[in-house]
């Protein structure tokens, strides 16, 4: 039963061009989404979230939307740099009980020069 | 200042062995998570400790894992009699509080043989 998910494995983007990156989720108790960003042998670092309070947060080049009727979220990067190359993973919460973040399974990001 | 540490980086073991795997939290961090991650897969929860509350253990596959905490500090991830199937990076993450962002450590890459 996977209750975040990110439909499309890989996604490629020329440099310059905007980066989008979409999750899907089925349970609408969730209060909080992130994003990470990981580089191979590497752990996942925090990259931006959002309240499910909110539709929209913005942090540099990085805007995360909500969609919270159409249970949706999407991270835009504009614009788009090599060193962004990474896969990104979007992750919901619940802010009670355990706080344990439920993973989607990935999107490779791959920003061509 | 540090970040969270994770040892051994890499570990190969038999089919049968058992392995400990440790976790080295972000200082003053008193919420401590366990994730793993099998190839093409996303992160998927295992443990969660929060101070000296009973840690949710609802995550673990088998009795064959087990973890311990102790106090807010190092914690230890035990697979006892190993099985292919338990190849995978384990992550370990720390949050400052329950509801703070989790910061992941690099993890280890554990196969079984």
């Known amino acids: 039963d996977q209750q975040v998910k990110q439909n499309s494995p890989s996604l490629s983007v020329q440099e310059g061009r905007i980066s989008i990156l979409n999750c899907d989720y089925t349970n609408s108790m969730f209060d909080y989404f992130l994003w990470y960003k990981k580089y191979p042998a590497e752990g996942p670092t925090f990259l931006i979230s959002?309240?499910?309070?909110?539709d929209k947060n913005e942090d540099g080049r990085f805007t995360v939307f909500l969609n919270k009727s159409a249970k949706h979220l999407s991270l835009h990067i504009v614009p788009s740099q090599p060193g962004d190359s990474a896969v990104y993973f979007c992750a919901a919460q619940f802010t009670s009980g355990t706080y344990k973040y439920i993973f989607g399974t990935g999107t490779r990001l791959k920003v061509l020069a | 200042g540090a970040g969270v540490s994770q040892s051994p980086s890499n570990k190969v073991t038999e089919k049968g062995k058992d392995v400990e795997l440790r976790c080295d939290p972000i200082?003053?961090?008193?919420?401590l998570y366990w994730y793993r991650q099998r190839l093409g897969q996303g992160l998927e929860f295992l443990i969660y400790?929060?101070?000296?509350?009973?840690?949710?253990k609802s995550g673990l596959p088998s009795d064959r894992f087990s973890a311990e905490r102790t106090g807010e500090s190092v914690s230890t991830l035990t697979i006892q009699r190993t099985q292919q199937e338990d190849s995978a990076v384990y992550l370990c993450?720390?949050?400052?509080?329950?509801?703070?962002?989790?910061?992941f450590g690099p993890g280890t890459r554990l196969l079984v043989l």
């Open positions: 400790f929060q101070g000296n509350s009973a840690p949710d």
């Open positions: 959002i309240s499910s309070i909110k």
């Open positions: 200082s003053g961090h008193t919420a």
């Open positions: 993450a720390s949050s400052r509080t329950s509801f703070e962002t989790q910061y």
